[in-house]
T-cell receptor
Framework: AQKITQTQPGMFVQEKEAVTLDCTYDTSDPSYGLFWYKQPSSGEMIFLIYQGSYDQQNATEGRYSLNFQKARKSANLVISASQLGDSAMYFCAMSAPSNTGNQFYFGTGTSLTVIP | EAGVVQSPRYKIIEKKQPVAFWCNPISGHNTLYWYLQNLGQGPELLIRYENEEAVDDSQLPKDRFSAERLKGVDSTLKIQPAELGDSAVYLC?????????????FGPGTRLTVT
């Protein structure tokens, strides 16, 4: 069963506007972590933000914030004041227990294009 | 602090040839991951090491793929023989441990082209 679902293959946003990238997850374990990564065309995966399943507040890191809705099992990434350099692939990921220890599950990604 | 180092960055080989990729994780990171990433897809785990022990290799095609992390530091991933379908980016990542609150740090990847 797919653990991480990203339903937006591609998104466009005007420079300086905010954009939300959707992510839903599936786990029955109460302890898990949610992550967002950025992958520019250069190929390197860059860690952006982390949300723990027990965290009461939404995580924020600069222009990035994670809209964590536990009951809906969603962990959407919000990028405020988009910049041209934000154009990249964005991957949502979850770390959750498996029979071999914590396993990392990645979504299929969303391609974000920032329009000048 | 140096990041995850991978080499080579690019490799072109003919099918049926062997190929090896090398990864040096961030110092002090006990957990090391090898991923395969196809174009337009998310990374897929091949193998995870806790120190020198391969704790999850269930997705590693063991008929042609092998990996080692002998001293619990750097690691090598090998394909022998390579097939056309192995063309992809091979990513190495490391984390302090594999606990659910620990992010992974990725290397730049090795882009493999099999002709």
């Amino acid at each position: 069963a797919q653990k991480i679902t990203q339903t937006q293959p591609g998104m466009f946003v005007q420079e300086k506007e905010a954009v939300t990238l959707d992510c839903t997850y599936d786990t029955s374990d109460p302890s898990y972590g949610l992550f967002w990564y950025k992958q520019p065309s250069s190929g390197e995966m860059i860690f952006l933000i982390y949300q723990g399943s027990y965290d009461q507040q939404n995580a924020t890191e600069g222009r990035y914030s994670l809209n964590f809705q536990k009951a809906r099992k969603s962990a959407n990434l919000v990028i405020s004041a988009s910049q041209l350099g934000d154009s990249a692939m964005y991957f949502c990921a979850m770390s959750a227990p498996s029979n071999t220890g914590n396993q990392f599950y990645f979504g299929t990604g969303t391609s974000l294009t920032v329009i000048p | 602090e140096a990041g995850v180092v991978q080499s080579p960055r690019y490799k072109i080989i003919e099918k049926k040839q062997p190929v090896a990729f090398w990864c040096n994780p961030i110092s002090g990171h006990n957990t090391l991951y090898w991923y395969l990433q196809n174009l337009g897809q998310g990374p897929e785990l091949l193998i995870r090491y806790e120190n020198e022990e391969a704790v999850d290799d269930s997705q590693l095609p063991k008929d042609r793929f092998s990996a080692e992390r002998l001293k619990g530091v750097d690691s090598t991933l090998k394909i022998q023989p390579a097939e056309l379908g192995d063309s992809a980016v091979y990513l190495c990542a490391s984390s302090v441990t594999s606990g659910s609150s620990y992010e992974q740090y990725f290397g730049p990847g090795t882009r493999l082209t099999v002709t």
